[in-house]
């Protein structure tokens, strides 16, 4: 076997394993790494190590830092409850608040699972509550998490740039996140439309005695939303939204560790896309600044850091380094670029973007497969840009997949009485997501060639 597929193999080798038990794939990858990089390539350790992406870990690691500390202090509970009241309790536009209040939250930093976890079960308890289809209620929440996961201050959009840094591509954030968003919010609409009408009457759920039914809904829902919090003030009071009655309290009143979380957001928003300083150390200065005005608030912030997602990124892109050492991704990507239409091996690649992320971490894709687009971009004519917001679309739209952390959040908050047959719609509408996300993505971004 050529030393260029060595690497293909240890590749292989990680996936089974991380989806036949519970091994972080980060971890596998930096096993791989050291392995593959001293037994078969003759690396060092030190430069196996000088492809750790610490520019990506400190956006991570900061990004959710920060997010952590507003959701502790209870800013994002308030802008969950003030989405919900401005509705005035319209049965109709309650999967439309989750999804913009998931693509706010995921726009503004959040990563799209710890978004996901903080919305799906309030989203879930209405969604039973008024005899809302489940499916789509996640599903809403799902693609508004990953509509609003390429802006600029995003996790994800942090990412690729900061991979493009280390690479000779280079595409437009903004067009991107515009574009990436607008694909997620039309499939939103489409199944929206789908499956609702004017009263978005549920087909999974079974009929159960109404004030049951609200008595148990309303109960999770307004456990998860107080759930949230480790200091008092607004954010400490439960979800009076999901009663019959509207509420008559009146707005909530913003305390001042609120008022300033919700500044600190906006200047790291302005520092970071007008000024173009760095996400990561602007995120961690608020963060920093937030936590020492107000220590109570982000007691336990440390440890809500995504952890996790910093070892799947580290070690996976740690992984891909010894993967271009190895001239592994050249080789592919020749054999890409070898395809006699390149709008063809574009295709290939939001294909095995879309199928691989059923099963794989959204992050972890983004890691493998842009590298590997870059020969195939380097020798075509179709637009980085371009090529990289199709894979975001490809990779976003089929993340509501049971087998996603995403998907998995759905199916463990849905309220229903067959969880299989929960579990096999979405299994059905991730299916239709394989062929259609690539398939669009790839028509009407890469095709045209206008960007």
Same mark, same amino acid.
């Given at each position: 076997?050529?030393?260029?597929?060595?690497?293909v193999?240890?590749?292989?080798?990680?996936?089974?394993?991380?989806?036949?038990?519970?091994?972080?794939?980060?971890a596998?990858?930096?096993v791989?790494?050291?392995?593959?990089?001293?037994l078969?390539?003759?690396m060092s350790?030190?430069?196996?190590?000088?492809?750790?992406?610490?520019?990506?870990?400190?956006?991570?690691?900061?990004?959710?830092?920060?997010?952590?500390?507003?959701?502790?202090?209870?800013?994002?509970?308030?802008?969950?409850?003030?989405?919900?009241?401005?509705?005035?309790?319209?049965?109709?536009?309650?999967?439309?608040?989750?999804?913009?209040?998931?693509?706010?939250?995921?726009? *503004? #930093? %959040?990563?799209?699972?710890a978004?996901? !976890?903080?919305? $799906? +079960? =309030?989203?879930?308890?209405?969604?039973a509550?008024? &005899?809302?289809?489940?499916?789509?209620?996640?599903?809403?929440?799902?693609?508004?998490?990953?509509?609003?996961?390429?802006?600029?201050?995003?996790?994800?959009?942090?990412?690729?740039?900061?991979?493009?840094?280390?690479?000779?591509?280079?595409?437009?954030?903004l067009?991107v996140f515009?574009?990436?968003?607008?694909?997620?919010?039309?499939?939103?609409?489409?199944?929206?439309?789908?499956?609702?009408?004017?009263r978005?009457?549920a087909?999974?759920m079974?009929?159960?005695?109404g004030?049951?039914?609200?008595s148990?809904?309303?109960g999770?829902?307004?456990?998860? *939303? #107080? %759930?949230?919090?480790?200091?008092?003030? !607004?954010?400490? $009071? +439960? =979800?009076?939204?999901?009663?019959?009655?509207?509420? &008559?309290t009146?707005?909530?009143?913003?305390?001042?560790?609120?008022?300033?979380?919700?500044?600190?957001?906006?200047?790291?928003?302005?520092?970071?896309?007008?000024?173009?300083m760095?996400?990561?150390?602007v995120?961690?200065?608020?963060?920093?600044?937030?936590?020492?005005?107000?220590?109570?608030?982000?007691?336990?912030?440390?440890?809500?850091?995504?952890?996790?997602?910093?070892?799947?990124?580290?070690?996976v892109?740690?992984?891909?380094?010894?993967?271009?050492?190895?001239?592994?991704i050249?080789r592919?990507g020749?054999?890409?670029?070898?395809?006699?239409?390149?709008?063809?091996a574009?295709l290939?690649?939001?294909?095995?973007? $879309?199928? =691989?992320?059923?099963?794989?971490?959204?992050?972890?894709?983004?890691?493998?497969?842009?590298?590997?687009?870059?020969?195939?971009?380097?020798q075509?004519?179709?637009s980085?840009?371009?090529?990289?917001?199709?894979?975001?679309?490809?990779?976003?739209l089929?993340?509501?997949?049971?087998?996603s952390t995403?998907?998995?959040?759905?199916?463990?908050n849905?309220?229903?009485?067959?969880?299989?047959?929960?579990?096999?719609s979405?299994?059905v509408?991730?299916?239709?997501?394989?062929?259609?996300a690539?398939?669009?993505?790839?028509?009407f971004i890469?095709?045209?060639?206008?960007?």
């Amino acid at each position: 076997m050529s030393i260029v597929w060595v690497p293909v193999l240890a590749l292989v080798v990680i996936f089974v394993i991380a989806i036949a038990f519970p091994v972080n794939m980060g971890a596998l990858a930096f096993v791989a790494a050291f392995l593959v990089g001293t037994l078969a390539l003759s690396m060092s350790s030190s430069e196996i190590i000088a492809g750790f992406p610490g520019d990506l870990v400190l956006i991570l690691i900061a990004v959710t830092y920060l997010f952590a500390i507003a959701q502790g202090n209870g800013t994002v509970d308030l802008l969950v409850r003030g989405a919900v009241r401005a509705v005035g309790g319209r049965t109709e536009a309650l999967p439309w608040v989750m999804f913009f209040l998931s693509a706010t939250l995921t726009a *503004v #930093g %959040a990563f799209s699972p710890a978004a996901v !976890a903080i919305i $799906a +079960p =309030v989203a879930l308890g209405f969604a039973a509550r008024h &005899r809302i289809n489940p499916l789509l209620m996640g599903a809403m929440v799902v693609h508004g998490a990953q509509a609003g996961s390429f802006s600029p201050v995003s996790i994800y959009g942090g990412i690729v740039n900061g991979m493009e840094q280390n690479l000779p591509i280079a595409s437009s954030t903004l067009t991107v996140f515009v574009l990436n968003f607008t694909f997620n919010l039309c499939f939103a609409l489409g199944l929206y439309l789908l499956l609702g009408n004017s009263r978005i009457t549920a087909f999974i759920m079974e009929k159960t005695p109404g004030a049951a039914r609200r008595s148990a809904s309303a109960g999770s829902a307004g456990a998860l *939303v #107080g %759930a949230g919090h480790t200091s008092g003030g !607004a954010g400490s $009071a +439960p =979800v009076d939204d999901t009663g019959d009655e509207p509420d &008559r309290t009146g707005p909530d009143r913003i305390t001042l560790d609120q008022g300033l979380t919700l500044l600190g957001l906006v200047t790291m928003v302005v520092l970071t896309v007008g000024f173009g300083m760095d996400l990561g150390f602007v995120a961690m200065s608020v963060a920093v600044t937030l936590a020492v005005l107000f220590p109570q608030g982000q007691r336990d912030a440390v440890s809500k850091i995504s952890w996790s997602t910093v070892l799947l990124l580290s070690g996976v892109l740690t992984f891909v380094a010894v993967l271009e050492e190895a001239g592994t991704i050249d080789r592919v990507g020749s054999m890409v670029t070898g395809i006699e239409s390149a709008l063809l091996a574009a295709l290939l690649l939001c294909v095995i973007g $879309a199928v =691989v992320t059923v099963f794989a971490s959204t992050t972890a894709m983004l890691g493998l497969v842009i590298p590997l687009a870059v020969p195939f971009l380097l020798q075509s004519d179709v637009s980085a840009t371009a090529m990289v917001a199709a894979l975001a679309v490809a990779v976003t739209l089929t993340d509501i997949s049971p087998f996603s952390t995403n998907g998995a959040l759905v199916l463990a908050n849905a309220n229903v009485s067959d969880p299989g047959r929960m579990y096999r719609s979405m299994l059905v509408y991730t299916g239709a997501l394989c062929v259609l996300a690539p398939l669009a993505a790839w028509t009407f971004i890469v095709v045209p060639g206008w960007i």
